[in-house]
């Protein structure tokens, strides 16, 4: 999906430089999907899908949550294009701090000291990989260089994808802690929020010069690009529900440092050794985290059964739930 968006943003052949659009487009897709398949289940015992009744109010609970969703895949977008897709899992690593930042100030939570490292490694990657990327854009007048504005979509982005942790924990019981259901009235909330979104940006006039509007590939790129997307979230909950937390998280870890290697190969960059190491700190200080906190949590727990209270136990989950979040597309939460 990463690769499929951007290149519907940046390359020569399209390059339609309209992110919101493409977002919306993506949205709409999912939103029609779930639409068949819900009216498929009523009719054909092969189908099997939850029944989806649309009410307002709900959409109007969900609504909070659709917000900071259109702020997450918007940045995640923009960052792709204004990034390569090599750096792109550097210039959107600051998730993990984000979660630590709100945890403490939101939820109150002390800080170890193994999660400050943590969160130090990842930081230090990230500002070695801004020097490292500025550097190669200098050095070499064909690399696409390092983009401001990149970086600032990248860091909005991290911060998006923190919050929505924390917005889908609070979101989830009002659809029944039913996951398609999530999905459906967040796509529709976040496709009537980027309609109006697309006019304000300024995006009609690139819309009307883009000579590709006839053309199937360009249809079937934004529909596989949308269909990706749902794949994704079902993927994630099925890989929590059946593994753990800390599997998901290590695997989606693992998932950015291929992407990374693949995307030099396929767009033929040459990095640098200060390069793979700011992407390797990234990604260590990722896992190194995600290792932490699973220990704590199952410290908490521990603590609190031998106690003899659940109040420990309880709050140990709680709080992992919170820190669940996918290393690209956010958090999925447990069907």
Known sequence: MVFLNKYLLSSKTLKLDAPLFITMTQCAVAVVVFTFLAVSSKNYDFVSFPEINFSIATAL???????????????????????????????????????????????????????????????????????????????DQSHAGLSVSGIVCGILASLSVALYAIYTKRVLPIVDSNIWRLQFYNNLNALLLLIPLVLIMGEVGTLRSFRFWNNPMFWGLIVT????????????????????PLTHNVSGTAKAG?????????????????????????????SAYTYVRMSEMKKSNGNGVGNGGA?????????????????????????
Request: with cysteine.
């Open 61 to 139: 609970q969900v609504l909070p949550l659709s917000v900071v969703f259109v702020s997450m895949i918007t940045f995640n977008n923009l960052t792709l294009k204004f990034l390569g897709v090599a750096f792109y899992n550097v210039g959107r690593s600051l998730t993990t701090v984000f979660n630590v930042v709100f945890s403490y100030a939101v939820l109150g939570q002390t800080l170890s000291v193994q999660v400050i490292t943590c969160c130090a490694i990842i930081v230090s990657g990230f500002l070695l990989g801004i020097k490292e990327e500025h550097s190669s854009s200098t050095d």
């Open 311 to 335: 109040g420990g136990g309880k709050e140990g989950k709680k709080t992992l739930l919170v820190m669940e979040q996918d290393s690209e597309e956010g958090p999925v939460p447990k069907p």
């Open 258 to 286: 291929a992407q990374t290697v693949l995307a030099c190969a396929v767009f033929s960059e040459t990095k640098s050794g200060w390069w793979w190491l700011s992407n390797a700190m990234v990604l260590a200080g990722s």
């Open 225 to 244: 690009a949308g269909v990706f997307g749902i794949a994704i979230g079902y993927v994630t909950a099925l890989q929590i529900q059946v593994t753990s």
